[in-house]
C-alpha cells in the first residue's frame, strides 16, 4: 500500500469522529445553558415572592399600629363624651374632639351619635351636626351588641373624596346601647408609607377589606375602590387557607401578570398585599438571557464551523500527501547522487536547471567530469574552470564532508554542501544562495547600524550567553566600570569582568581577591530560569540598577543604569513620607514602624513606654495671634522635646497639637515619670515668638510595655486613653494607664451602643419640674427635663447620656424628639402654661433649628408664644453672626429666648446687649450659696435688677428652703423653680401640679413651709 492511499484511508475515520465531537459539545454546552436558565428563572421568582412576603408583614404591622392608635382615640372620644353636658361643655367638648383629630394624621374627622344614630358632637359640623347615621350598616351592627373596632369600605364623602370609616359602640354602665364613636380616615394616608416599598416600576401596594374591596391602592388605578376584587385570587384560593403567604397570578385590576405577597392585618378584616409585575420581578433573568444568550449562540456556531473546517482538512490530507510528493520532486535545492566509481545515480530537475543541464547529460552513469565539463561548456561554473574541475575533483576523492560556495560566471552564487556515503560515493545538495548572501550583505548593514545605536544608549548593556561568556557591550558599559579594551572582546568570560570590577576597586567595598569571589559566588546564585534586579554602589558614591534578563540558552541581557538621583529622590520622598512636614519630625508612620522593631526586643524582656501629650489651649493661640504663630510654636514645642529626650529616643508630632515620645530602654515606670515631668516642666515656660510671650502647658498620658500591651494598638489606645485622663484630672499633669480606663472606655462604648438603641426602643422619657410666678405662687410653665429609662441599668442620669449623645452625633435626633414630644405634651395643658426645652449648642447650632422648631408647635397644635428655649453660653462662644440670626428668626416665630444658668462659665454682660432674650435663669449655685455667702446673694441681687432695668423676666433655678424664696420674693425675682416645690414629674403628674399650684397655692406653699 502506497503512503498516498495509507492517509486517504486514515483521514476518514477521524472526519466523522470530528463532526460527532462538535456536535456532543454543541448540545452540551445548549444543555447547560438551558438548566442554568430555568434554574436562575425559580431563584429570581423565590427572591420576588420572599420580598413581597417581608414587605407585605412589615406593612400589616404598620397597618395594625395605626388602627391600634385610631382605636385609642375612638376610646378617647368616649371619654370626652362622659364629660359632655349639652349646652354646658359642648364647647369644651367641640375643642378635645378638635384636638383630638390634629393630633392623629389618619384622621379626617372624629364625632359621636346618639342611640338615635343622630350626631352629637363632629369635627366637620363643630356647632350642630345636622346628620344621622342610624341607617348606616355600621350603627345598625353596633347597636345589634357588636363591640369591635369596625371598619368599612371605602365610600365617596360629600367632598367628593374617598373615605373609609372606623366606628366603636359606646355602652351605657348598664352594658346597654348609648351610642357610637365614628371617625372618617383619609387613605392617602397610607399612600406615604406605601411610596416608601420599592417594587420596581410597576410595583403595587394595597390594603383590602375582607370583603373584596380596596381601602387603600399605590400607585393609584381609577375606578378600584369602586370596584370588589372577591372574586380575585387572592381571596377564592389564598385568603382561606393562610394568613399570610405569596403567589403567582394574573392580576384582578388589570390583567398582568404578577408575583404578589399578602398578610392578614391580626384582629381587623383587612389585608395587605404587595406586588411585583412579573417582568420587574424577573428582570435580571432576562438581561442574563439577552447578554448571555447570544454569546452561547456564537460559541455554538463557532464550535459548529470549527467543526467543519477541521472536517475539510482532514479530507484533503491525502491530497497533501501528493502535494508533498510533488514538492519533494520540485524542492529549490539541486540534488544529485554518485557512486565511488564518480558516476552519477540520479539528480533532480532543480539541479539540472541550476547548471542547465540536459537530460542527456544528466543520464545515470554519466562520470563527474563529463558533468563538470558540460557546466563550464553552458557557462555555469566560476571564471577559473579548469582549475575549479581539478578543485572539485580533489574534494570528492579525499572522501571528506565538505561545503563551498561558488560565484558562476553569470554572477549568481551556489552553495555546495557534499556529504560522502558508506559505500564511497557522496551526496550534493547545491543550492542557489544568491538572494541569501544579498541578504546577508544587508545584515551586515543593519549590525553596523545596530551598534551605533547600541553604543548611543543612555544605559549600559551587556549580553552573556550560556558559558557566562562576552556577547556584546555597548560603550556606556565599558566606560560606566573603567573595562580595558581586553576585557571587551567577545567570549570574555564574565568572572573576569567581575573580578576586575572588584580589584580595581571599581565597587565600593573591600579590593581583595576573596571579596571578587564573595561576589561572583553572590551573582552565581541568581536564578537563571527568572530575571533578577539588584542595585550596587561604585567608588564614588553613584548607585547603579542593574536588571538581568534571562536568555533561554541560559546566558542574559543585563542593563546597568544610573539611578543615583532616582534613589536620593526616592529617599526624600520617604523621608517626607515618615516626617511631619512643619517641625521635621517623625509622623505617626515611622512611629509604628519603629514601635514593631522595638515591641521585638520587648517581647526578649525589655521595656518600653510610649507618652502622649497635647498642648493645653493652644487652640486660643490659633484664634487669637493666628495659625502662623501657632505653626511657630509648634516647630518650638519640637525643639524643646528634642531637648527632653536621648538620642534613643523618638518624638513624633501625630498631628494638630498632639505629639508622642518613646522611651527606649529606661527603667520604667520612673524613666518614663521622670521625662513626663521634664517635658512639662520645659513646656511651661514661655515662648517669645515674634515679640509676643505665649505660655502654654501640656498634659501627658503614659503607657508602658510590657505591663499595658505589647502591641503597637494597644500601647498607642493605652496612652491616648491615660492622656485623656490626665486632661480630665486638670491639664498640665501626667498619667499612666490604668485597666480601669480601659473598663471605662468599653463601658462608654456599650452605653453609646445602648443609647443608640434607645431612640429606636422609645427609652425616652419627658419629666417636667414646675415654674412658679413668685407673686401669686401659680405654676407659669413647666421646665422638659429628658429622662432614659434603661431596661436593665434603670433611669441613666442625663450628664451621663447628654454629654455623650452630643460627642457621638445622636443629640441632634433625641433633641428633636424632645422638643416634639414637649410640644404634643403641652399642647393639653391650660393656654397660659409655658413649656420650656433645654437646646445643646450643636442642636442650636443646626441650620434647620428654625424649621424643626416651627414644625414642631404647628403638628403639636401649640402656640409658639407658650415655647421658650433654653440655651446657655455655650452656645455663643462662636459664629456670633449665625446664633443672632437664628436667635431673631425664632423671636420671628414668637418662640421665647431663656438664657439658662447665667453667672457661670464665659458670662458676660454683652451678651445680654446683643441678643434678644426673653427670661434669664440665675444658677442653683448662687441661689444655694445665698444663706452662706453675702458675695453670692449679692451677685443674685445684681442680676435681679439687671433683669428688670433690660425688661427681662428673671428665673431662679434650685430653690429649696423658705428663706431662699423670702429673700427671692423681697429682692424682686419674678420666677422660681425648685425641690421646695416639686421635683420634676413625668406627664401624667402635670395636671395634679396644676391643681395643686392653682388660685388656693399660697395657703399650700405656706403649710408646707410650716411642715
Given at each position: 500500500m502506497s503512503m498516498r492511499a495509507m492517509l486517504n484511508r486514515l483521514a476518514v475515520r477521524p472526519a466523522s469522529m470530528v463532526t460527532t465531537a462538535g456536535v456532543a459539545v454543541s448540545c452540551a454546552i445548549l444543555l447547560f445553558f438551558l438548566v442554568d436558565l430555568y434554574n436562575r428563572h425559580r431563584t429570581e421568582i423565590a427572591a420576588a415572592e420572599r420580598t413581597v412576603r417581608n414587605h407585605a408583614q412589615v406593612l400589616a404591622a404598620h397597618t395594625a399600629r395605626t388602627f391600634e392608635a385610631l382605636d385609642r382615640a375612638l376610646r378617647e372620644a368616649e371619654h370626652i363624651r362622659q364629660k359632655y353636658i349639652p349646652g354646658r361643655t359642648a364647647l369644651a367638648a367641640r375643642d378635645a374632639m378638635r384636638h383630638l383629630k390634629q393630633s392623629s394624621p389618619v384622621i379626617k374627622a372624629i364625632g359621636w351619635a346618639r342611640v338615635d344614630g343622630q350626631m352629637q358632637i363632629h369635627t366637620l359640623a363643630p356647632d350642630s351636626p345636622q346628620f344621622n347615621i342610624a341607617a348606616q350598616p355600621y350603627f345598625a351592627a353596633h347597636r345589634d351588641g357588636v363591640d369591635d373596632l369596625i371598619i368599612t369600605p371605602p365610600s365617596r364623602a360629600a367632598d367628593g373624596n374617598w373615605t373609609t370609616t372606623v366606628s366603636r359602640r359606646i355602652s351605657a354602665p348598664d352594658g346597654s346601647f348609648a351610642g357610637v364613636t365614628v371617625a372618617s380616615i383619609d387613605p392617602d394616608y397610607f399612600l406615604t408609607t406605601y411610596r416608601s416599598v420599592d417594587l420596581g416600576r410597576d410595583g403595587v401596594v394595597a390594603l383590602l377589606h375582607r370583603n373584596g374591596y380596596v381601602v387603600a391602592r399605590e400607585p393609584y388605578l381609577a375606578g378600584a375602590l369602586d370596584k370588589s376584587f372577591a372574586n380575585g385570587w387572592l381571596f377564592t384560593q389564598e385568603l382561606p387557607h393562610s394568613d399570610s403567604g405569596?403567589?403567582?397570578?394574573?392580576?384582578?385590576?388589570?390583567?398582568?401578570?404578577?408575583?404578589?405577597?399578602?398578610?392578614?392585618?391580626?384582629?381587623?378584616?383587612?389585608?395587605?398585599?404587595?406586588?411585583?409585575?412579573?417582568?420587574d420581578a424577573l428582570a435580571a433573568w432576562y438581561r442574563h438571557v439577552y447578554k448571555t444568550g447570544p454569546l452561547i449562540g456564537c460559541v455554538i456556531l463557532v464550535i459548529l464551523v470549527g467543526t467543519a473546517l477541521l472536517q475539510r482538512q482532514t479530507r484533503s490530507l491525502a491530497q497533501k500527501t501528493s502535494v508533498l510528493e510533488l514538492t519533494l520532486e520540485n524542492m529549490a535545492h539541486g540534488l544529485c547522487m554518485f557512486d565511488k566509481e564518480q558516476r552519477l545515480i540520479t539528480c533532480n530537475a532543480r539541479y539540472a536547471q541550476i547548471y542547465g543541464l540536459t537530460p542527456d547529460q544528466t543520464r545515470p552513469g554519466t562520470r563527474l567530469r563529463s558533468i563538470l565539463e558540460a557546466r563550464v561548456t553552458a557557462g555555469h561554473s566560476p571564471e577559473a574552470a579548469e582549475e575549479y574541475i581539478a578543485t572539485r575533483l580533489r574534494e570528492v576523492e579525499s572522501n571528506e564532508a565538505?561545503?563551498?560556495?561558488?560565484?558562476?560566471?553569470?554572477?549568481?552564487?551556489?552553495?555546495?554542501?557534499?556529504?560522502?556515503?558508506?559505500?564511497?560515493?557522496?551526496?550534493?545538495?547545491?543550492?542557489?544562495?544568491?538572494?541569501?548572501?544579498?541578504?546577508?550583505?544587508?545584515?551586515e548593514e543593519a549590525n553596523m547600524r545596530f551598534n551605533a545605536a547600541l553604543n548611543n544608549m543612555s544605559h549600559g548593556l551587556c549580553m552573556f550567553d550560556g558559558d557566562k561568556r562576552l556577547v556584546v557591550c555597548n560603550d556606556i558599559y565599558a566606560k560606566m566600570y573603567e573595562l580595558p579594551p581586553e576585557l571587551l572582546k567577545v567570549g570574555t568570560s564574565h568572572h573576569e569582568i567581575i573580578t576586575h570590577r572588584v580589584t580595581t576597586g571599581r565597587l565600593k567595598g573591600d579590593r581583595t581577591a576573596e571579596a571578587a569571589q564573595q561576589k561572583l559566588a553572590l551573582l552565581g546564585a541568581l536564578p537563571t530560569d527568572t530575571g533578577s534586579s539588584r542595585i550596587d554602589e561604585l567608588w564614588d558614591g553613584r548607585l547603579i540598577s542593574i536588571t538581568r534578563a534571562t536568555m533561554p540558552d541560559g546566558g542574559w541581557v543585563g542593563t546597568h543604569e544610573d539611578v543615583t538621583e532616582r534613589q536620593r529622590s526616592e529617599a526624600r520622598i520617604i523621608f517626607m513620607a515618615q516626617h511631619d512636614a512643619l517641625t521635621g519630625l517623625p509622623n505617626r508612620v515611622l512611629l509604628r514602624s519603629r514601635l514593631e522593631q522595638q515591641l521585638a526586643n520587648v517581647r526578649r524582656g525589655e521595656t518600653?513606654?510610649?507618652?502622649?501629650?497635647?498642648?493645653?489651649h493652644f487652640k486660643r493661640v490659633n484664634d487669637t495671634l493666628g495659625h502662623a504663630l501657632g505653626d511657630a510654636l509648634l516647630c518650638g514645642v519640637a525643639e524643646r522635646l528634642k531637648r527632653c529626650v536621648r538620642d534613643c529616643d523618638l518624638v513624633v508630632r501625630l498631628g494638630g497639637d498632639e505629639f508622642a515620645v518613646v522611651q527606649g530602654v529606661a527603667e520604667q515606670p520612673r524613666g518614663a515619670s521622670v521625662l513626663a515631668q521634664r517635658i512639662i516642666d520645659s513646656l511651661k515656660e514661655p515662648f517669645d515668638i515674634d515679640s509676643h510671650q505665649i505660655v502654654v502647658g501640656t498634659s501627658v498620658g503614659i503607657s508602658v510595655a510590657p505591663t499595658d500591651g505589647v502591641e503597637v494598638d494597644d500601647l498607642l489606645k493605652n496612652a491616648d486613653m491615660a492622656l485623656y485622663r490626665a486632661k480630665a484630672d486638670g491639664r498640665n499633669a501626667f498619667c499612666?494607664?490604668?485597666?480601669?480606663?480601659?473598663?471605662?472606655?468599653?463601658?462608654?462604648?456599650?452605653?453609646?451602643?445602648?443609647?443608640?438603641?434607645?431612640?429606636?426602643r422609645q427609652e425616652f422619657e419627658l419629666y417636667y419640674q414646675p415654674i412658679l410666678n413668685v407673686a401669686s405662687k401659680q405654676i407659669t410653665g413647666?421646665?422638659?427635663?429628658?429622662?432614659?429609662?434603661?431596661?436593665?441599668?434603670?433611669?441613666?442620669?442625663?450628664d451621663q447620656f447628654i454629654p455623650l449623645a452630643e460627642e457621638v452625633g445622636l443629640i441632634m435626633p433625641i433633641g428633636e424628639w424632645v422638643l416634639r414630644q414637649a410640644c404634643a405634651e403641652a399642647a393639653h395643658w391650660p393656654d397660659h402654661i409655658m413649656v420650656a426645652v433645654n437646646l445643646s449648642p450643636v442642636q442650636f447650632h443646626s441650620k434647620d433649628l428654625t424649621a424643626t422648631v416651627m414644625s414642631a408647635v404647628t403638628s403639636a397644635g401649640l402656640s409658639p408664644k407658650r415655647l421658650e428655649l433654653e440655651i446657655t453660653e455655650a452656645v455663643l462662644l462662636h459664629d456670633t453672626e449665625i446664633v443672632t440670626r437664628t436667635l431673631h428668626e425664632l423671636r420671628t416665630l414668637g418662640v421665647r429666648i431663656v438664657l439658662d444658668d447665667f453667672g457661670t462659665g464665659y458670662s458676660s454682660l454683652s451678651y445680654l446687649q446683643r441678643f434678644p432674650f426673653d427670661k434669664i435663669k440665675i444658677d442653683k449655685n448662687f441661689i444655694q450659696q445665698t444663706s452662706s455667702e453675702k458675695n453670692y446673694f449679692a451677685i443674685v441681687q445684681a442680676v435681679i435688677s439687671l433683669g428688670r432695668q433690660l425688661g427681662m423676666t428673671t428665673t431662679a433655678e434650685g430653690v429649696e428652703t423658705k428663706e431662699q424664696l423670702e429673700r427671692l420674693e423681697r429682692e424682686g425675682c419674678v420666677e422660681v423653680q425648685g425641690y421646695y416645690f416639686s421635683r420634676p414629674q413625668p406627664a401624667s403628674e402635670t395636671q395634679r401640679l396644676l391643681t395643686t399650684f392653682g388660685p388656693a397655692s399660697r395657703k399650700a406653699v405656706a403649710k408646707r413651709a410650716v411642715a
Amino acid at each position: 500500500m502506497s503512503m498516498r492511499a495509507m492517509l486517504n484511508r486514515l483521514a476518514v475515520r477521524p472526519a466523522s469522529m470530528v463532526t460527532t465531537a462538535g456536535v456532543a459539545v454543541s448540545c452540551a454546552i445548549l444543555l447547560f445553558f438551558l438548566v442554568d436558565l430555568y434554574n436562575r428563572h425559580r431563584t429570581e421568582i423565590a427572591a420576588a415572592e420572599r420580598t413581597v412576603r417581608n414587605h407585605a408583614q412589615v406593612l400589616a404591622a404598620h397597618t395594625a399600629r395605626t388602627f391600634e392608635a385610631l382605636d385609642r382615640a375612638l376610646r378617647e372620644a368616649e371619654h370626652i363624651r362622659q364629660k359632655y353636658i349639652p349646652g354646658r361643655t359642648a364647647l369644651a367638648a367641640r375643642d378635645a374632639m378638635r384636638h383630638l383629630k390634629q393630633s392623629s394624621p389618619v384622621i379626617k374627622a372624629i364625632g359621636w351619635a346618639r342611640v338615635d344614630g343622630q350626631m352629637q358632637i363632629h369635627t366637620l359640623a363643630p356647632d350642630s351636626p345636622q346628620f344621622n347615621i342610624a341607617a348606616q350598616p355600621y350603627f345598625a351592627a353596633h347597636r345589634d351588641g357588636v363591640d369591635d373596632l369596625i371598619i368599612t369600605p371605602p365610600s365617596r364623602a360629600a367632598d367628593g373624596n374617598w373615605t373609609t370609616t372606623v366606628s366603636r359602640r359606646i355602652s351605657a354602665p348598664d352594658g346597654s346601647f348609648a351610642g357610637v364613636t365614628v371617625a372618617s380616615i383619609d387613605p392617602d394616608y397610607f399612600l406615604t408609607t406605601y411610596r416608601s416599598v420599592d417594587l420596581g416600576r410597576d410595583g403595587v401596594v394595597a390594603l383590602l377589606h375582607r370583603n373584596g374591596y380596596v381601602v387603600a391602592r399605590e400607585p393609584y388605578l381609577a375606578g378600584a375602590l369602586d370596584k370588589s376584587f372577591a372574586n380575585g385570587w387572592l381571596f377564592t384560593q389564598e385568603l382561606p387557607h393562610s394568613d399570610s403567604g405569596s403567589y403567582q397570578a394574573p392580576s384582578t385590576a388589570d390583567g398582568s401578570a404578577r408575583v404578589a405577597g399578602y398578610r392578614a392585618v391580626p384582629g381587623l378584616p383587612l389585608v395587605v398585599m404587595t406586588s411585583y409585575s412579573r417582568a420587574d420581578a424577573l428582570a435580571a433573568w432576562y438581561r442574563h438571557v439577552y447578554k448571555t444568550g447570544p454569546l452561547i449562540g456564537c460559541v455554538i456556531l463557532v464550535i459548529l464551523v470549527g467543526t467543519a473546517l477541521l472536517q475539510r482538512q482532514t479530507r484533503s490530507l491525502a491530497q497533501k500527501t501528493s502535494v508533498l510528493e510533488l514538492t519533494l520532486e520540485n524542492m529549490a535545492h539541486g540534488l544529485c547522487m554518485f557512486d565511488k566509481e564518480q558516476r552519477l545515480i540520479t539528480c533532480n530537475a532543480r539541479y539540472a536547471q541550476i547548471y542547465g543541464l540536459t537530460p542527456d547529460q544528466t543520464r545515470p552513469g554519466t562520470r563527474l567530469r563529463s558533468i563538470l565539463e558540460a557546466r563550464v561548456t553552458a557557462g555555469h561554473s566560476p571564471e577559473a574552470a579548469e582549475e575549479y574541475i581539478a578543485t572539485r575533483l580533489r574534494e570528492v576523492e579525499s572522501n571528506e564532508a565538505s561545503y563551498v560556495v561558488n560565484q558562476l560566471r553569470d554572477g549568481r552564487v551556489v552553495a555546495i554542501s557534499h556529504q560522502p556515503t558508506i559505500d564511497g560515493g557522496w551526496v550534493s545538495i547545491h543550492q542557489d544562495v544568491t538572494a541569501q548572501k544579498r541578504i546577508e550583505a544587508s545584515l551586515e548593514e543593519a549590525n553596523m547600524r545596530f551598534n551605533a545605536a547600541l553604543n548611543n544608549m543612555s544605559h549600559g548593556l551587556c549580553m552573556f550567553d550560556g558559558d557566562k561568556r562576552l556577547v556584546v557591550c555597548n560603550d556606556i558599559y565599558a566606560k560606566m566600570y573603567e573595562l580595558p579594551p581586553e576585557l571587551l572582546k567577545v567570549g570574555t568570560s564574565h568572572h573576569e569582568i567581575i573580578t576586575h570590577r572588584v580589584t580595581t576597586g571599581r565597587l565600593k567595598g573591600d579590593r581583595t581577591a576573596e571579596a571578587a569571589q564573595q561576589k561572583l559566588a553572590l551573582l552565581g546564585a541568581l536564578p537563571t530560569d527568572t530575571g533578577s534586579s539588584r542595585i550596587d554602589e561604585l567608588w564614588d558614591g553613584r548607585l547603579i540598577s542593574i536588571t538581568r534578563a534571562t536568555m533561554p540558552d541560559g546566558g542574559w541581557v543585563g542593563t546597568h543604569e544610573d539611578v543615583t538621583e532616582r534613589q536620593r529622590s526616592e529617599a526624600r520622598i520617604i523621608f517626607m513620607a515618615q516626617h511631619d512636614a512643619l517641625t521635621g519630625l517623625p509622623n505617626r508612620v515611622l512611629l509604628r514602624s519603629r514601635l514593631e522593631q522595638q515591641l521585638a526586643n520587648v517581647r526578649r524582656g525589655e521595656t518600653l513606654a510610649v507618652l502622649y501629650l497635647d498642648l493645653d489651649h493652644f487652640k486660643r493661640v490659633n484664634d487669637t495671634l493666628g495659625h502662623a504663630l501657632g505653626d511657630a510654636l509648634l516647630c518650638g514645642v519640637a525643639e524643646r522635646l528634642k531637648r527632653c529626650v536621648r538620642d534613643c529616643d523618638l518624638v513624633v508630632r501625630l498631628g494638630g497639637d498632639e505629639f508622642a515620645v518613646v522611651q527606649g530602654v529606661a527603667e520604667q515606670p520612673r524613666g518614663a515619670s521622670v521625662l513626663a515631668q521634664r517635658i512639662i516642666d520645659s513646656l511651661k515656660e514661655p515662648f517669645d515668638i515674634d515679640s509676643h510671650q505665649i505660655v502654654v502647658g501640656t498634659s501627658v498620658g503614659i503607657s508602658v510595655a510590657p505591663t499595658d500591651g505589647v502591641e503597637v494598638d494597644d500601647l498607642l489606645k493605652n496612652a491616648d486613653m491615660a492622656l485623656y485622663r490626665a486632661k480630665a484630672d486638670g491639664r498640665n499633669a501626667f498619667c499612666f494607664f490604668e485597666a480601669s480606663m480601659d473598663l471605662r472606655m468599653q463601658e462608654r462604648r456599650i452605653l453609646e451602643v445602648d443609647l443608640r438603641k434607645a431612640i429606636d426602643r422609645q427609652e425616652f422619657e419627658l419629666y417636667y419640674q414646675p415654674i412658679l410666678n413668685v407673686a401669686s405662687k401659680q405654676i407659669t410653665g413647666f421646665e422638659a427635663l429628658l429622662r432614659w429609662k434603661h431596661p436593665t441599668r434603670g433611669m441613666v442620669p442625663p450628664d451621663q447620656f447628654i454629654p455623650l449623645a452630643e460627642e457621638v452625633g445622636l443629640i441632634m435626633p433625641i433633641g428633636e424628639w424632645v422638643l416634639r414630644q414637649a410640644c404634643a405634651e403641652a399642647a393639653h395643658w391650660p393656654d397660659h402654661i409655658m413649656v420650656a426645652v433645654n437646646l445643646s449648642p450643636v442642636q442650636f447650632h443646626s441650620k434647620d433649628l428654625t424649621a424643626t422648631v416651627m414644625s414642631a408647635v404647628t403638628s403639636a397644635g401649640l402656640s409658639p408664644k407658650r415655647l421658650e428655649l433654653e440655651i446657655t453660653e455655650a452656645v455663643l462662644l462662636h459664629d456670633t453672626e449665625i446664633v443672632t440670626r437664628t436667635l431673631h428668626e425664632l423671636r420671628t416665630l414668637g418662640v421665647r429666648i431663656v438664657l439658662d444658668d447665667f453667672g457661670t462659665g464665659y458670662s458676660s454682660l454683652s451678651y445680654l446687649q446683643r441678643f434678644p432674650f426673653d427670661k434669664i435663669k440665675i444658677d442653683k449655685n448662687f441661689i444655694q450659696q445665698t444663706s452662706s455667702e453675702k458675695n453670692y446673694f449679692a451677685i443674685v441681687q445684681a442680676v435681679i435688677s439687671l433683669g428688670r432695668q433690660l425688661g427681662m423676666t428673671t428665673t431662679a433655678e434650685g430653690v429649696e428652703t423658705k428663706e431662699q424664696l423670702e429673700r427671692l420674693e423681697r429682692e424682686g425675682c419674678v420666677e422660681v423653680q425648685g425641690y421646695y416645690f416639686s421635683r420634676p414629674q413625668p406627664a401624667s403628674e402635670t395636671q395634679r401640679l396644676l391643681t395643686t399650684f392653682g388660685p388656693a397655692s399660697r395657703k399650700a406653699v405656706a403649710k408646707r413651709a410650716v411642715a
